[in-house]
């Protein structure tokens, strides 16, 4: 299988080399990998070019947006300009954080799920943090969920969910419209990606209120939302948090955001949501 990497970049000299190292030296190589230096103040972009310069595969982009780092359209945006850097010659397409290090076998095994199961449209492993000298699972959402960090999208189903959504939440949103279409979601317990930087350390009040609003263009619905927002901000140690996501939430509402959702996707996702509630207090699962 063929596949191409698309990694946006914002400030990340301190991890971009050990990542692309760990990149370049997947057991399946990529067929091209683009990085798109987005806005970096730092030596991103200088890291890149010299490895580029000895990797012929890899490709530099400069992208300039606006220099605050905020979840959700921003990544995605960069996304977006690596994406057209590439052709529709591929099995499956990649979005990866610049601040991982992935197994050498990371995509040799992805490339292995697509293959076996032609009904699996996305597929991903799990984030790791080093915490006093070990690295333990970084345990933020549910074992099904990919984490939007390392993605990979078999190229039928992210065509059929027309790409990425720009803006906060396209991480569950791609999940939820893959579900939607009828594809079925992987995840690889035996992929344990190092997280070197902690998922969501350079995010302030205003990403809470962007994750509230998340929930309600995706069609969340209030009582979702309540029993989200909660869960979000117990598993991120910060109940305070809680506010913010129902502030974001109760604004995107009143001023009538533009959902990222139809409304036949957006009734999908909340009845989805539901069962899997219950099958929680149940303990069963969906067959």
Known sequence: MQYYLIIPAHNEAKFIGLMLNSVLSQTLPAKKIVVVNDHSTDETEKMVRHLAEQNPQLVLLNNLSDAVHQPGSKVIRAFEKGLSAVDDDYDFIVKLDADLILPENYFETIARHFAENPKVGMAGGFAYIEKNGNWILENLTDKDHIRGA???YRK???EQMGG???AM?????????ARFYDWEILTDESL???H???TGANYNRAAGLKQGAAFYTLGYGLGITLIAS???ALLKKKPLLFLDYMLGYYQARSQRKPMLVTPSQAKFIRNYRWMKMKQKLTGKRAA
């Open 150 to 152: 390392f993605k990979a």
């Open 156 to 158: 039928e189903c992210f």
């Open 164 to 166: 990425l959504r720009p």
């Open 169 to 177: 939440g396209w991480d569950t949103a791609d999940e939820l419209l």
């Open 192 to 194: 344990k990606v190092k």
């Open 196 to 198: 070197l930087k902690p």
């Open 230 to 232: 909660a869960k979000l």
